[in-house]
């Protein structure tokens, strides 16, 4: 069955956020863990010592070009850390998420998210201690992809 452009997009997400490995040069091995829609949050002993969960719950439509319709698909990255200085490994690993974004944002816009992206643009971030010892702490990390489709098909970029 043909993929939407929208699941091309979250596939190609998924394989960028699991390059996010020390081996590629990352600070942390934040690839290794990478979820999608995780209904349930992960118990604290069940805890990897980190993991991003993305979620595209928005995308906010409208009549574009002749014919066309331009969607912007807000992305949400849940990261959690454990250990003795998650805020810390947080910090790094927001600093991963820019990188490997950068890699998509930047590109010409036929390379970006598998050739169907127009616009990748930052959002917000926000950071939390998730436990009053901190031994496990969270970071929502936001933005947003812009793509165009023929109108009212959504396996068909344009």
């Known amino acids: 069955m043909p993929s939407t452009v929208r699941e091309t997009i979250l596939s190609n997400l998924d ?6 490995l020390t081996t590629g040069g990352y600070s942390t091995n934040l690839g290794n863990y990478v979820i999608s829609w995780q209904t349930d949050p992960t118990p604290l002993e069940e805890l990897n010592p980190a993991e991003v ?3 595209d719950a928005d995308v906010d ?11 912007k698909m807000k992305i949400t990255l849940e990261v959690r850390a454990a250990g003795s200085t998650p805020i810390a490994t947080l910090r790094s690993m927001e600093a991963d998420l ?8 930047a590109g010409a816009a036929p390379a970006r ?11 917000r971030t926000s950071m939390r201690a998730e436990q009053a010892a901190q031994v496990a702490a969270g970071l929502t990390f936001e933005f947003y992809i ?3 489709t023929l109108a ?7």
């Open 15 to 20: 394989t960028r956020l699991k390059t996010i």
């Open 53 to 55: 969960e993305y979620r």
């Open 61 to 71: 439509s409208a009549d574009d070009l002749l014919g066309t319709h331009r969607h």
């Open 98 to 105: 820019h990188k490997a974004i950068g890699v998509e944002a």
């Open 113 to 123: 998210w598998g050739g169907v992206a127009l616009l990748t643009e930052p959002g």
């Open 146 to 148: 812009t793509y165009r």
């Open 152 to 158: 009212w098909d959504a396996f068909t970029a344009a």
